[in-house]
Nanobody, 124 residues
């Protein structure tokens, strides 16, 4: 089992940057595919990015490709999301998620563990 705690959200102007972090508990962090999802008010939770166990493969939603970068540090049990060129439509609660299946998915239901979320607000 793993517990996830996100941090780094906040209010930023359009065009600005934020870096989200997700700290994981447990000794088996490197066995999980890690992902970020987001949910805006009145909308369904949507995939943002995932990174495989070793960090060798990443996938991004088209809406964030080229602007966001997911990374992980298995020694520190940490996964991060660097968000650049932020847009008002990026405003949402961002969630960190862990998948013990190991393949990497864009579907939220595949993920076993979730953090509590961190709010990102991008002002126009």
């Amino acid at each position: 089992q793993v517990q996830l705690v996100e941090s780094g959200g906040g209010l930023v102007q359009a065009g600005g940057s934020l870096r989200l972090s997700c700290a994981a508990s447990g000794r088996t962090f490197s066995s999980y595919v890690m992902a970020w999802f987001r949910q805006a008010p009145g909308k369904e939770r949507e995939f943002v990015a995932f990174i495989t166990r070793s960090g060798g493969s990443r996938d991004y939603a088209d809406s964030v490709k080229g602007r966001f970068t997911i990374s992980r540090d298995n020694a520190k049990n940490m996964v991060s999301l660097q968000m650049n060129s932020l847009k008002p439509e990026d405003t949402a609660v961002y969630y960190c998620a862990a998948d013990s299946g190991g393949l990497g998915y864009r579907t939220a239901i595949k993920y076993d563990y979730w953090g509590q979320g961190t709010q990102v607000t991008v002002a126009s």
